[in-house]
């Protein structure tokens, strides 16, 4: 109903915009390596740098979600408890590394204990409309840690656990999509099995951890739930479009998830020092816009980003910029990121992705 004075020219009212909120916490810049490495705290300043700028410009305010440390049932639905008893033995020590890439400091249980239970409250802000995107920017990552060990600079399964809640709070089926330049190892290894998690990965091959081949599809009573895309060094914006239209979305679509969780990497950025792919910002923007039309479209909006990689402080900057407003605004991401030379390398694997997953996903047909 028209109000006295309205001008019919005026925006869209406001309750178009949906809630959001992000999630993050000092004690997350308390796990610090011994020397250079590149996954560094100032990683966390620019990233939250972003999403700041992404909803001042919008005028949103972050709802309040509080963080919370995971309960040791929550972390044990995807970790096996002994090897958290032993991890949770050895980042009592002053600092030293789990691998030969993966490093702890005395502030280090805290933080991954905290990133893992805030992933959970993440989820119970999904679950309970409270809001309807929500970006849980936490370090150290997650996504190559499995279910009994900790690798690639990350100690506990953020994302996995995340999943896991939701599955456990009534959720039926939830997407994780995992666009860091390295394969999630880890979730995969997790949910290989699980009907109920459809996890699908974009990234640089070959490349660290040396999986996440086509053939790797899932097992069990969970073919076809395991989704790789790997997709060859230089692949640009228009090539991760050609996986998205082609594989990717028609797959989520037929796979109606009922919540959509993003393994939010930002090393396949052009300027990222250990991917060598083409991305830009504006490529996440319209990754997250196709996303968020998912949830749209089957799961009440309800979209999680859990943040991994990404080691460019500026793009990391630039790209939780433009995830955020992708998400909140897909509209604003319509325009395809166009083919170039280097876009038709994805080509191979994205047909080679096809033919595997045919007979799961009528979809592909
Ligand atoms: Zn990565």
Redesign the pocket.
């Known amino acids: 109903m028209t109000k006295p004075g309205q001008d019919w020219a005026d925006p869209p009212p406001s309750v178009a915009t949906p809630a959001v909120a992000v999630l993050s916490d000092p004690r997350f810049l308390a796990h610090e390596p011994p020397g250079f490495h590149p996954e560094r705290p100032r990683r966390l300043d620019a990233a939250t740098a972003g999403a700041a700028t992404a909803l001042a410009s919008r005028g949103i305010v972050s709802a309040p979600v509080t963080l919370r440390e995971a309960s040791a049932a929550e972390l044990a639905r995807v970790h096996d408890p002994a090897w958290l008893e032993k991890l949770t033995r050895a980042l009592g020590g002053v600092a030293g590394y789990l691998d030969a890439d993966t490093y702890f400091n005395a502030a280090t249980r805290e933080a991954a204990w905290l990133a893992a239970g805030s992933a959970c409250a993440m989820v119970e802000a999904l679950r309970a409309g409270e809001v309807s995107i929500a970006a849980l920017l936490a370090r150290p ?1 997650g ?2 840690a499995t279910r009994t060990k900790a690798m ?1 600079f990350c100690i506990l399964n953020t994302v996995a656990v995340a999943a896991a809640h939701a599955l456990s709070l009534g959720f039926r089926r939830v997407a994780v999509i995992d666009w ?3 394969h999630g190892n880890g979730t995969q290894d997790i949910f290989y099995h699980h009907p109920g998690v459809l996890f699908v990965s974009l990234h640089e091959s070959p490349a ?1 951890p040396n999986s996440g081949y086509a053939q790797e599809t899932g097992g069990g009573d969970a073919h076809g739930m395991t989704v790789n895309l790997p997709l060859p060094s230089g692949t640009d914006g228009g090539g991760y479009a050609t996986a998205f239209e082609r594989v990717v979305l028609p797959i989520l679509t037929e796979a109606a998830p009922d919540l959509v969780l993003i393994s939010a ?1 930002y ?1 396949a950025h052009v300027r990222d020092p ?2 060598t792919m083409l991305l830009q910002r504006r490529d996440y923007r319209w990754m997250a816009a196709r996303l968020r039309e998912v949830a749209l479209a089957s799961a009440g909006g309800r979209v999680g980003v859990v943040l ?3 080691y460019d402080l500026g793009a990391l900057e630039e790209c939780v910029e433009d995830t955020l407003h992708g998400l909140i605004d897909p509209a604003s991401a319509r325009e395809r990121p166009p083919l170039t030379p280097q876009s038709a390398s994805a080509d191979s694997a994205v047909r080679a992705v096809e033919r595997l997953h045919q007979g799961w996903w009528r979809s592909l047909r």
Request: net charge negative; no cysteine; proline share 7%.
């Open positions: 990552p996504h190559h690639g860091d330049v390295h660290y990497g090393d250990l991917g991994e990689g990404g």
